[in-house]
């Protein structure tokens, strides 16, 4: 799929872009050449030492910002495939901030649609969230107007050969920022903020995130939001998992903040498929043959008023299984305390 492909990450020094890249450099060795394109020049330092060009010669770090439109389109000069990874993603930094929320995530997918039209690129697929689904913070309506933007991108494209899909999906285990290296970091201190302890979130590991955007790179049509069937988990699980001998503090849910997450409203349902591995919730109007996908696909139109939410998920995670995933795809010699 991408051998002998030029592919641009935005954002590519995060976590889900550094764990694109091993999976590239590692399944795709013939790739033509990865563009990792960030604004932080620490980060892509850091990463240059992780994987450096002169180990991988299809490798180059182009220090940029989705908000400059002009450099965008100088570094998606010959790239094949985009990933646009970019954002700013802290909810109550958004909320303080929402200004620079605004011009990131919406202004920088914009720019990102605009760059890529007037390149020669082929596939665009973007990073969602599921706080973009009925958003009650500026960080999700941020990323449901980029979704938007990003899926409406089909309509303009006119008799370019090139596709635009958003994947959606849940915490990342282990990312920047989340609660496994957070409640790992306060475990020494014998206590655990918790914000409110019914709290439950969607549970997806890094790879499983690589993953879908390799199968919406592959598969996608062009307009389609796909979304993963993963588990949920309880934040007091997480807690006991992690340390089971810390007393749980009560701080409350900061701003912005849901107790549980969507991916998928009742409202969505009219245009929502089960296509096995992953739900996708199709545009109303598509510009391809819906018969045909449905038939290409073996989708499966999901009941009326069905939704999809953290906390009335039917497969859920346990205190063990979290530990075992801890442990195997975060921390190799992690132990309870």
């Not at 020094?13 to 399944?27: V, Y």
């Not at 689904?133 to 006119?158: E, H, M, Q, R, V």
């Not at 201190?189 to 499983?208: A, H, W």
């Amino acid at each position: 799929m991408l051998s002998n492909k030029s592919i641009l990450i935005t954002g590519g020094t995060g976590s889900l872009g550094k764990e694109l890249t091993k999976t590239i450099l590692k399944n795709w060795p013939d790739v033509k050449r990865l563009v990792i394109y960030s604004r932080d020049e620490q980060k892509q330092f850091q990463m240059a030492q992780e994987f450096p060009e002169s180990e991988f010669n299809c490798i180059r770090y182009f220090i940029g910002d989705v908000r400059d439109l002009e450099r965008l389109k100088r570094a998606f000069n010959g790239i094949d495939y985009v990933i646009h990874a970019a954002a700013m993603k802290h909810v109550h930094i958004a909320e303080y901030n929402p200004d620079e929320c605004v011009k990131t995530n919406i202004g920088g997918a914009e720019n990102v649609i605009k760059a890529a039209l007037s390149s020669n690129v082929s596939k665009v697929v973007a990073l969602s969230t599921d706080k973009a689904c009925a958003p009650i913070n500026l960080y999700g309506a941020t990323k449901l107007t980029s979704d938007k933007l990003f899926i409406a991108a089909n309509n303009i494209k006119g008799q370019q050969n090139i596709k635009f899909s958003v994947v959606r999906y849940g915490n990342v285990m282990g990312s920047n920022g989340s609660v496994i290296p957070y409640f790992m970091s306060k475990r020494e201190e014998g206590v655990l903020p918790i914000t409110d302890p019914t709290m439950t979130r969607f549970n997806i590991s890094l790879q499983g995130g690589v993953d879908m955007v390799l199968h919406a790179l592959d598969q996608a049509w062009g307009g389609e939001l796909f979304v993963p069937k993963i588990p949920s988990y309880k934040i007091l699980d997480v807690a006991k998992a992690i340390a089971p001998n810390c007393e749980h503090r009560v701080i409350g849910i900061r701003p912005g903040e849901k107790i549980h997450e969507e991916m998928i409203t009742a409202s969505d349902s009219f245009t929502t498929y089960d296509l096995g591995k992953y739900y996708v919730i199709l545009p109303q109007v598509t510009n391809w043959n819906l018969e045909e996908y449905k038939k290409f696909f073996n989708a499966k139109l999901v009941p009326q008023g069905f939704s999809y939410t953290s906390g009335e998920n039917t497969d859920w995670e346990t205190v063990e299984s979290m530990r075992s995933q801890i442990k195997e795809h975060l921390y190799p010699d992690f132990q309870p305390k």
